[in-house]
């Protein structure tokens, strides 16, 4: 297993969850680490990402201002802050990386990503 996702679990409407994301040192990436989701019955979608060589950020408009996407480098890991939860954030979500060089205007794109983890199940209830 390359990347493995953690942290998911059961929280009620408002409250906190944080995922991590542990990267294999087997695994070169040198490029951005995102975190996408998927809930029932619907596509996989785009949470934040954010790029090794300057730490730069992206988010999905619903994750501005609740979720927190932040790397550590020296262990190989990232990991999603998730505050303000709502029962619409039900879903699994997945981390990703990009071995290579990521341009920011790609780094919300699936199709940027070439490793996958498994997901982490992360339930909202009201």
């Known amino acids: 297993v390359q990347l493995q996702a953690s942290g998911g679990g059961l929280v009620q409407v408002g409250g906190s969850l944080r995922l991590s994301c542990a990267v294999s040192?087997?695994?070169?990436?040198?490029?951005?680490r995102a975190w996408f989701r998927q809930a029932p019955g619907k596509e996989r979608e785009f949470v934040a990402a954010i790029r090794k060589r300057d730490s730069a950020t992206v988010y999905a408009d619903f994750a501005k201002g609740r979720f927190t996407i932040s790397g550590d480098a020296a262990k190989n890991s990232i990991f999603l802050q998730m505050d303000s939860l709502r029962a619409e954030d039900t879903a699994i979500y997945y981390c990703a990386a990009d071995r290579g060089g990521t341009i920011i205007s790609a780094m919300s794109l699936g199709t940027t990503y070439d490793i996958w983890g498994q997901g982490t199940l992360v339930t909202v209830s009201s």
């Open positions: 040192t087997r695994t070169l990436v040198a490029g951005a």
